[in-house]
């Protein structure tokens, strides 16, 4: 007993682990920042660390050439024993990750954790969530499947819209002058080598300035920050209420870091790995390409703005954005620090979340995307072509084989790019709808050359039938017959029938 | 000469350099040198394609003009003349190929001009569309609708010895339109 205690403290004295302890796992934090808000950093740390394991494990099978890396993820899925479930690890430990990082900053900033004197700690996390998001784009890239492969497509092609060194940008992201097999390869470095690596040396800054400056106490409402006091204030604060961070403050971090594991093991377990999709092939052009979870709300607001704001979207909106969140600590340094004294913080947090939310959704859905398959895939519903006269049917036949379903909707089936179509006829009238059909407009392509006089008239004699019974179609004014005595306009034969 | 005004400045003034600032500055010089020597090959390899501005593209035969019926808009893929020899299946590149008539064609790439997804041809509706966007052009490659900002970028083509070519080996965007 008395040798091992020796040796101990001979180790101790060699390497100086106590002394290293004292400076950093056991500085002095306010005893309230113990609190269960302040366990996100930590567990986005955590997420970091599974990512790098999990991620080395799957480089010993992985092979980052274009020709070899869809086969070697499907020998991971399939052969390699336990292949899928790393797989499935380190992609939801991407999500968590994420996610937990997103939680992390949202409670930095209405806990007031950036102002006076810990800019730097905020500026230096606002260079993580860059990498972080850096890192998912070139993760989707090394699952490179059809996905990938387009999303690299999209990639160039964003990059082609800058100003004047656009076809160079190109060039530099492909690392060459077409997606091909030195993509893959800077691609691979990026995700494995580059960025890795840049996280680890700002969460080092980090962590440091977490050490030297202090963590954030848990703000009080009534309690501004004023430049001049606040270094004295916080040192009376660890004076009066300090405790070691290990093993006073720790708590509730160990316990949410284990939630944190759990539940990323967990999902990977009940959800599985995500993909690969189809091959890379570029010949299969039959493919609906998507990004992943984190860039659907950019991939949405690209097909949602007009053409004129595109530029904007892409480089001038994300410029003023990181530019906002960088000046963010000069611009309210000092002050309140507590949520309840800041409503405009809430509301920015509020109307962010709800701005990303809604996108994300909508690129789920893509309302925008034709349905490609509608017009082989989904009939005409039986309602809609019952009691029509054969013209009508004619009409509805070219309906369908014209493939307006792709963009336009019957029952509830078909594309939501144009308006659905089934009470038509109460809003549009027949000459409306012939204008309509052969020059187009708006979103609208014109069908002019495509369908011949003889279609045209069948095909709006079929829409003008798309009304309900209680609904009678709309009527031009300025025909002649419309405007007979209602009595004697009554007689004309009815057109309206039944759709449901 | 101006007259020394703080205590740093005396004591710096009346300290002629010494061996070791000498030695300090001429370690860092030598190694500024060094770091560019070790830099131009580094910077040289990374962003070797700012250097060699060669044109990547090659005429490339797509297939006999009997492949191709008048008035009809097909698929035709053909193998990228830049290419790596682990390039595997991402070398072949699509295009659809528009035969007009006699020896006019068009020939468009299928990356949408919006952002560069691959547009579909619908032949009965005779219209190109975007899964992506829901860009759409006419059979033609003129933008009909959606977001895309100009026509589907087109190779240039000719014909030769019966078979139809195109010059291709780059990915055309709007920076760089085939």
């Known amino acids: 007993m008395d040798r091992a205690r020796k040796i101990a403290l001979w180790l101790d004295d060699r390497l100086r682990i106590s002394a290293l302890f004292a400076s950093t796992a056991g500085h002095e934090v306010p005893a309230s920042a113990g609190s269960w808000f302040y366990v996100f950093g930590s567990a986005t740390l955590l997420c970091f660390v599974i990512q790098i394991i999990t991620g080395a494990c799957l480089a010993f099978v992985y092979i980052p050439s274009t020709n070899e890396a869809w086969t070697s993820l499907q020998y991971l899925n399939h052969a390699q024993f336990l292949g899928w479930y790393l797989r499935a690890v380190h992609n939801w430990g991407s999500n968590f990750m994420v996610a937990i990082m997103t939680l992390h900053m949202i409670q930095v900033f209405l806990f007031g954790a950036y102002k006076y004197p810990r800019e730097m700690t905020w500026i230096s996390g606002v260079c993580l969530l860059l990498l972080t998001l850096g890192m998912a784009f070139t993760g989707e890239v090394m699952r490179f499947d059809q996905d990938a492969y387009w999303g690299l497509g999209i990639g160039a092609s964003v990059m082609a819209r800058v100003p004047l060194v656009g076809a160079q940008l190109v060039h530099l992201m492909l690392a060459g002058p077409i997606i091909a097999g030195e993509t893959l390869s800077r691609f691979f470095t990026l995700h494995v080598f580059i960025i890795p690596g840049l996280i680890i040396a700002i969460v080092s800054l980090h962590l440091r300035l977490v050490l030297t400056k202090g963590i954030n106490e848990y703000p009080k409402p009534g309690h501004p920050v004023h430049k001049a006091t606040y270094d004295r204030e916080y040192a009376e604060i660890l004076k009066k209420e300090g405790v070691p961070f290990v093993p006073h403050a720790i708590g509730k971090d160990l316990i949410f870091a284990a939630i944190v594991i759990v539940g990323i093991l967990g999902c990977a377990l009940i959800f599985g790995p995500r993909g690969p999709a189809g091959p890379p092939d570029p010949t299969i052009v039959d493919t609906n390409p998507r990004p992943d979870f984190y860039f659907l709300s950019v991939f949405a607001a690209l097909a949602l703005v007009p053409d004129w704001m595109e530029v904007f979207v892409l480089f001038v909106a994300p410029a003023l954005l990181i530019a906002f969140l960088i000046a963010l600590p000069f611009i309210s340094g000092t002050g309140e620090k507590s949520a309840r004294r800041r409503p405009v913080a809430v509301l920015i947090v509020i109307f962010i979340m709800l701005v990303l939310g809604v996108l994300t959704y909508l690129g789920q859905t893509s309302p925008w995307s034709p349905h490609m398959s509608a017009w082989s895939g989904a009939p005409i519903p039986v309602n809609y072509v019952k009691g029509r006269t054969p013209l009508e049917l004619r009409g509805a036949a070219i309906f369908q084989n014209k493939q307006c379903r792709t963009c336009h909707s019957l029952g509830g089936e078909g594309g939501q790019r144009g308006p659905a179509l089934d009470e038509i006829a109460t809003i549009m009238t027949r000459d409306e709808m012939v204008r309509q059909i052969i020059q187009g407009s708006g979103n609208m392509p014109a069908y002019g050359k495509k369908l011949s006089p003889a279609e045209v008239e069948a095909l709006v004699a079929f829409m003008e039938t798309l009304h309900p019974l209680s609904v009678p179609p709309v009527r031009n004014s300025d025909r002649p017959e419309n405007r007979l005595p209602r009595d004697v306009a009554m007689v004309r034969p009815a057109t309206g029938r039944l759709n449901r | ?178």
């Not at chain 2, 007259?3 to 009346?14: I, L, N, W």
């Not at chain 2, 193998?79 to 590149?93: H, K, L, V």
């Not at chain 2, 547009?119 to 829901?134: A, D, I, K, T, Y």
């Open chain 2, 1 to 178: 000469m101006h007259e020394p005004s703080s205590e740093a400045e005396k004591v710096k003034e009346s300290n002629p350099p010494s061996r070791r600032d000498w030695l300090f500055a001429a370690g860092l010089a030598v190694n500024v040198a060094a770091g560019v020597l070790l830099a131009i090959p580094l910077v040289g390899f990374v962003f070797s394609s700012f250097v060699q501005r060669k044109d990547p593209r090659d005429w490339i035969p797509l297939g006999r003009l009997d492949e191709f019926p008048e008035g009809k808009t097909r698929i035709a893929n053909y193998r990228n003349p830049y290419t790596r020899p682990w390039d595997g299946q991402t070398a072949n590149i699509p295009c659809w190929v528009r035969h007009i008539q006699g020896n006019q064609f068009q020939v468009f790439a299928v990356n949408c001009t919006h952002l560069g997804c691959p547009v579909r041809w619908f032949q009965e509706s005779g219209l190109f569309m975007c899964p992506c966007h829901g860009g759409v052009y006419y059979e033609d490659g003129a933008r009909a609708s959606g977001p895309p900002p100009r026509g589907l970028f087109q190779y240039t083509y000719k014909v030769e010895n019966g078979q139809l070519w195109i010059k291709g080996g780059e990915m055309p965007t709007l920076a760089n339109p085939a």
